[in-house]
């Protein structure tokens, strides 16, 4: 897996850099500017961009708004952002075109290196992982006319842990029901979504879980 690594603080980006290459991924980039991420992802296209959100010159949101350019470079190029902090305007312009290949993970709660690298190369595969307390800051500006408003609290709910990233076993352990249950639940998700088998399982499940994240 060849990853760019974008972040302003030196020790944390070089600590990075040796995860990846200890798990035998290719780190064919590492930067400090935003700037340098879109150049990056444009030379380099790689599978996956981890992203600080906070990068210079004003440390507040440049690597989010780099994000969303480098995606619209190289159209659906995959990016995980990984950060200490919550910053949903341009979270949502991260997920506004529709695409798979999107994860938000808090530095703070990343606590199992294993967990870390299935979902970033959940996202290099085109799928989503979102941290959950990212989904609820996401969440409060719902819109009136969301169909995610069809679903029920446990629909909802599963939905929720699928945007974590999280497999139909693992969704299953966390509620205490059965993986035919899950099964079950997310074919109901699909179809009060509009989701039908005319698209991949997976695709459906990424565009379920964009269209909850943006609703």
């Known amino acids: 897996m060849r990853v760019v690594v974008a972040d302003d603080a030196v020790l944390i980006r070089e600590g990075l850099v040796r995860l990846l290459e200890e798990f035998g991924c290719e780190v064919v980039a590492t930067v400090g500017t935003g700037d340098e991420l879109v150049s990056a992802v444009a030379a ?17 949101d440049e690597g989010l708004r780099a994000a969303v350019a480098a995606r619209k470079e190289v159209p659906g190029a995959p990016v995980l952002i990984l950060s200490q902090y919550v910053e949903v ?5 991260l997920l506004a075109d529709a695409r798979g290949g999107v994860g938000y993970l808090l530095k703070d709660r990343v606590v199992d290196v294993e967990e870390f690298m299935a979902g970033l190369r959940g996202v290099a595969s085109g799928g989503t992982v979102f941290d959950p307390q990212v989904i609820s800051q996401l969440m409060v500006r719902r819109r009136r006319d969301d169909p995610v408003a069809l679903l029920t609290p446990r629909e909802r709910e599963v939905l929720a842990l699928m945007a974590e990233g999280r497999s139909n076993p693992a969704i299953g352990r966390h509620l205490v029901v059965s993986e035919g249950a899950v099964e079950k639940h997310i074919r109901s998700i699909f179809a009060k979504l509009g989701l039908y088998a005319d698209d991949a399982d997976q695709h459906r499940r990424v565009l379920a879980v964009l269209a909850f994240l943006r609703s």
């Open 44 to 60: 380099h296209r790689p599978d996956v961009s981890v992203v600080d959100v906070r990068m210079p010159p004003t440390f507040t």
């Open 89 to 93: 305007s341009y979270a949502d312009d």
